[in-house]
C-alpha cells in the first residue's frame, strides 16, 4: 500500500455521526473531508478521493442526484448511506453507479470494514501471475514460488492454489474447490481434498498460509510479504 | 333535505323533458310538413288534369261565341257573380275571353291572376292556376283559343276552389296533432323521469353512506344497467377505502407495538447504561459482560426496529413489496458485515462463501436482507463463544439457489421444529440463555420466504449446531446490470 495516507469523502448531515465517523475513519488512517449539505457535481472526485461515502438524505441536492452527476465524471467507488431503509432507495442508489450501501444503525467496525474492502486492490494476474503475499503463481506454466524459491507441487495442488490466489481472503467452499481441481476418475471426491490440502501446507512452511473455514472449506490468508 | 337540495334535485329533470319536448317537435314538424305538403301536391296536380279536361270541353262546346264576344259570358255587376249560374255538376264554371296580353276583351271583365297574365303573354296553353274571384276562392285554367279568326287570343276558364284543395298548404290541424303526440310521448316519458330521479335519489343515499347500501335496480333496461354500473363503481370505491383503511390499520399497529418493543429493550439498556456510570463513580472497573451485553442491547434494538418495518411491510401486503433483480452475494455480503462486530464481540467466527458468477433472484431486497439477516443473527446469538458460523451461497441444478446458514450451537431440541417459525416461539435454549428475544424473527423471515415463493428448512445435522437452508429461483437479471452486480467478487 502507498505511505501516502488514502483521502476519503464523507457527505453526512448530521454533525453527531458525521464526526464520529469521521473520527473512527481517521483512526484507521485515512484522511476525511467531511461535507454537510449535496451539492452539484462538476468535477472528476475521482482524481482526489479513493471513496465517497455519501447520505442519501440531505439538504440542498439530494444523495441521488449527487450520486447521478459524480457518476457523469468519475468512476471513484461509492458507499451509500441509508437510513429509510427504503428498497427502492437502495435500487436507485445502484442503479446510478453506487457500489454498495449500508443501512443505519452500524457499528463503526462494519463501516470500518467496508470501506477496507471497497479499497482493497484486486489480485493483479498480469501475463498469468498471480502475486498473493509470499506466494507467486505463474498460471500458464503451472508452477510456484514461496519467497522467490520455486516450490514442486502437484497438478492438483496448484489447481487448488491457483482458485484459493484468485480470491485471497475469501473462503472457498471444498465444494468448488473439489469441482475445479478433482477430477472424479483420477483423484477421488471432496474427502480426498483434505489429504491434498495437508500435503500443500507442508509444502508451504507448515503454512497457517492455508486456513480451514468451518463449515464452508478453504482460504488463502492474503498476508503481506514481511 | 334542505330546500335549495329539493330544487338542485328537480331541475334536471325538468331539463330533461324540455330538452326530449324540443327533440320531438324538430324531428315531427318537418315530417309533418313533408306529409303536408306532398299530398297537396298530389291533390293539386289531379285537379289540374281534371280541370283542363273540363275547360276544353267547354271551350269545344260554346268558346267560339265567348271569345268573339256574341255571349257576352260576365255577369254585368262586377263582384255579383254567380258560378251556379251557367250549369251544376262537376262541369260548371264560367269561360271568359282575354286578348294576347291576358287582358279582358271585356273591358269589365275580371283580370287573370297574375301567374296566368304572364303565361299568356308568353303564349302558353293549358296552365292552371288559383286565384280570388271577386273575394271567393277560385281556380282559373288558361287555354289558347283554338280559332284564328276569332277575337280572342285565350279564354280562361273558372270554378271555385274544391273543398279538398286549400289554397293554403299548411294547416292547423296536423300540426296541432304534430303538438299532441309530442305531448303524449313526454306524458309516457313520466315514469322513466321518475325512475331517474329514484336512481339520483338512491346515488346520494349511497354516497352519503359510504357507499355500503346499493342503489335498487329495477327492470333490465339501460336505466337498470346505469344502477348496476354505479353499483361496481361504488364497490370498487369501498375496496379502496378499504385497502387505505388496512393500511392506517397497519401503520397504527405499527407504531403501537413499536412503542412497546423497543421500550422493553431500550429500558434494559438504560439500566445497564446506568449501572456503567455507577461502576465509574464508584471508581471500580465495569464489568466486561454490562459492556457486551450493552452492545447486544443496542444490536437487537436496530434488529427489532428493522423487524417491525418489515413486519409492517408484510402485512400491507403486496404492492409494497418490490418484485426486482436482486443480486445474492451482495446481500450475503451485507448481512455477514452488518453481523461481524457482533460476531467478533461474541467470539462466534463469521464467515461466508460465495460463487464465481453472479447469482440474481427476483424480490424486495430489504426484505431478503432481513430474513437472512435473522437467521445469521440468530445463529451468532444462540452460540457460544468460539462457536463458528458458515453462510454459502451456492447455485442449484435446474435454475436454483440456495443460502445455507449453518452453526454449531446448542441446536434444537426434540420437537422444536415445528414451532420454529411460529411466532413469539422461543425455544429452551433461547429462553435459558437470551431472554430478550421476542420470536418475531424466524416469523418474519418465514413470510419473506414465502413471499418470494423461497423455502426456508431448518436442519439438524448429526454432529449437532443448527442449518438453515433458504432455496429460491435463480432469474434473468435485467440488461442494464448494475455495479454492484458486475463488482459482486470486487470485496
Ligand atoms: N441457530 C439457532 N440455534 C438454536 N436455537 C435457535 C436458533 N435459531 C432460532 N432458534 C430458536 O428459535 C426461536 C425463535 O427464533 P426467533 O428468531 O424467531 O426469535 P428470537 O430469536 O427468540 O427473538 P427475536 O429474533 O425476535 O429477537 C428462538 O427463541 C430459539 O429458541
Ligand atoms: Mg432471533
Partial sequence: ?226 | MSAPGQRARLRPSLRLRGRLAITGLALALPAMAAVVWGRHQYQWRSAQGTLLEVARARVAEGGRAICDGQVREWPPAPGEMSLRHAGGGATFGRLIAYDRDGKPLDGDGPPLVPELENAAREGRDGVVAMGDFGGRPVVQALLRAPWSDAKCTYLAFVRPRPAELPHDPWPVAPLGGAFVVVGLFLAALGPVVRRIRRLTLGVRRSAAGAYLVPVAVEGRDEIAELATAFNGAAAEVRAQVEAQEHREQVLRNFLANTTHDVAIPLTVLQGRLAAMRRAQQAGTPVEGDLITHAIEDAHHLGALIHNLGAAAKLEAGEPEISRLPVELAGVVRRCVARHQPLAELLGVDLQAALPERALHATGDVTLLEEAIGNVVYNAIHYNARGGHVAVVLDPLPSGRFSITIADDGPGLSPGEAEHLFERAFRGDAARSRKPQGRGLGLDIAKRVADVHRMTLTPESPAEGGLRMVLEGAISEPEASDTREARGALAS
Fill in chain 1, 1 to 226: 500500500m502507498d505511505s501516502q495516507p488514502q483521502r476519503l469523502l464523507l457527505v453526512e448531515d448530521d454533525a453527531e455521526l458525521g464526526a464520529q465517523v469521521v473520527a473512527d475513519l481517521k483512526r484507521a488512517g485515512y484522511e476525511v473531508d467531511w461535507q454537510t449539505r449535496g451539492t452539484a457535481q462538476h468535477e472528476d472526485l475521482g482524481r482526489i478521493y479513493a471513496l465517497v461515502i455519501l447520505d442519501l438524505m440531505l439538504p440542498g441536492v439530494h444523495g441521488l442526484d449527487m450520486l447521478k452527476q459524480l457518476r457523469a465524471r468519475s468512476d471513484v467507488p461509492v458507499l451509500v448511506l441509508s437510513a429509510r431503509n427504503e428498497t427502492l432507495d437502495k435500487v436507485r442508489a445502484l442503479k446510478l453507479g453506487a457500489d454498495d450501501y449500508m443501512t443505519k444503525p452500524f457499528w463503526p467496525d462494519e463501516l470500518l470494514e467496508r470501506v477496507r474492502a471497497r479499497l482493497r486492490r484486486p489480485t493483479l494476474a498480469r501475463d498469468g501471475r498471480l502475486d498473493v503475499g509470499r506466494l507467486s503463481l505463474d498460471l500458464g506454466a503451472r508452477k510456484l514460488w514461496l519467497d522467490g524459491r520455486e516450490i514442486d507441487v502437484t497438478r492438483v495442488e496448484f489447481a487448488m492454489l491457483s482458485m484459493l490466489a484468485k480470491r485471497p481472503g475469501e473462503a472457498i467452499s471444498r465444494a468448488a474447490l473439489a469441482a475445479e481441481a478433482l477430477d472424479p476418475e483420477r483423484d477421488g471426491t471432496e474427502r480426498t481434498l483434505d489429504v491434498h490440502v495437508s500435503r500443500l501446507r507442508r509444502k508451504l512452511d507448515g503454512g497457517d498460509m492455508i486456513a480451514t473455514v468451518w463449515g464452508i472449506g478453504y482460504r488463502l490468508e492474503a498476508t503481506k510479504a514481511p
